[in-house]
Nanobody
Framework: QVQLVESGGGSVQAGGSLRLSCACP????????MGWFRQAPGKEREGVAS???????RYVDSVKGRFTISKDNDKNALYLQMNSLKPDDTAMYYC???????????????RGQGTQVTVSS
């Protein structure tokens, strides 16, 4: 079982920034692919970004140029830097990991409990 713990969510005005963090006990084959997905009330889960074991990153079109996913292997941590936030970015954000597939993060095998991001206009 892989435990993922998110932090860094909060409330921010449109145009602001937030940095989400995901703590992962240890990197194993189970966490070769890591990513973030989100879910807003009444909407389906949406993959936001992912990073594979080779460092290749993938983003949903709506966040390209605004969000950056990164991983710190020394700290066993995954990050999502979110800039130029919009009200449409409001959602619960989940950290996720999977040993085999690099996308979509919403389908990854392991996921955390989520952290809320609220963007006001």
């Amino acid at each position: 079982q892989v435990q993922l713990v998110e932090s860094g969510g909060g409330s921010v005005q449109a145009g602001g920034s937030l940095r989400l963090s995901c703590a992962c006990p240890v990197y194993t084959y189970s966490t070769r692919n890591m990513g973030w997905f989100r879910q807003a009330p009444g909407k389906e889960r949406e993959g936001v970004a992912s990073i594979d074991s080779g460092g290749k990153t993938r983003y949903v079109d709506s966040v390209k140029g605004r969000f950056t996913i990164s991983k710190d292997n020394d700290k066993n941590a995954l990050y999502l830097q979110m800039n130029s936030l919009k009200p449409d970015d409001t959602a619960m954000y989940y950290c996720a990991a999977d040993p085999w597939i690099p996308w979509p993060p919403a389908a990854f095998r392991y996921r955390g409990q989520g952290t809320q991001v609220t963007v006001s206009s």
